[in-house]
């Protein structure tokens, strides 16, 4: 079964908007990394969080960590409709075997 | 651009067929994994060879197999096909900066 479990499953907002994903995981890791997936095409990696760290900064991008929750959450900020796609939150515990939550379909609407 | 090609893209299988799926890199990297996505749902981790060995394997049954060669590049094979083997089949290589992983464009298997 996936350990990770995002929220919510589908998320609709406008351009400039901002969007917030959470994301939660079962067992201890050395770093969480979130990618997005346009259409079922290849994944893209957007940003890592080691486990030390609480809060990272990529852009438009903000991830934050609370390992004591087993959280992570993705916020965009003034999307747009190019942010369209699924994303997915991935933990690995140091082997890079990396295990993928279900996804949020993100939907941005001109 | 992450410099990991797959091939096919799509492909077709009748149930019972078997089916090699292959993954090449220009990055060096000397570890590649292979994962299973179902139409919906997260990718789901198959296994991972490094440097041409087996390193890794996920709840997937022995009908799923895989080789990797000298110059990196990898195939997946399974044998046996059933019809909830259609997914889509993501090759990734690695690691790279920060430990990440990158991954190809996939291949569409449908299995009727």
């Known amino acids: 079964s996936q350990q990770g479990e995002e929220d919510p499953q589908a998320l609709s907002i406008q351009e400039g908007e901002n969007a917030t994903m959470n994301c939660s995981y079962k067992?201890?890791?050395?770093?969480l990394q979130w990618y997005r997936q346009n259409s079922g095409r290849g994944l893209v990696h957007l940003i890592l969080?080691?486990?030390?760290?609480r809060e990272k900064h990529s852009g438009r991008l903000r991830v934050t960590l609370d390992t004591s929750k087993k959280s992570s959450s993705l916020l965009i900020t003034a999307s747009r409709a190019a942010d369209t796609a699924s994303y997915f939150c991935?933990?690995?515990?140091?082997?890079?075997?990396?295990?993928f939550g279900t996804g949020t379909r993100l939907k941005v609407l001109a | 651009e992450t410099g990991v090609t797959q091939s096919p893209t799509h492909l077709i299988k009748t149930r019972g067929q078997q089916v090699t799926l292959r993954c090449s890199s220009q990055?060096?990297?000397?570890?590649v994994s292979w994962y299973q996505q179902a139409l919906g749902q997260g990718p789901q981790f198959i296994f991972q060879?490094?440097?041409?060995?087996?390193?890794g394997r996920g709840n997937f049954p022995p009908r799923f197999s895989g080789l990797q060669f000298p110059n990196y590049s990898s195939e997946l094979n399974v044998n046996a096909l059933e019809l909830d083997d259609s997914a889509l089949y993501l090759c990734?290589?690695?690691?790279?900066?920060?430990?990440?992983?990158?991954f190809g464009e996939g291949s569409w298997l449908t299995v009727v």
């Open positions: 060879y490094y440097r041409e060995e087996e390193n």
């Open positions: 067992t201890s890791i050395n770093n």
């Open positions: 990055s060096g990297h000397n570890t």
């Open positions: 969080i080691r486990s030390n760290e």
């Open positions: 991935a933990t690995t515990s140091g082997t890079y075997k990396y295990i």
């Open positions: 990734a290589t690695g690691p790279g900066e920060e430990y990440t992983i990158y």
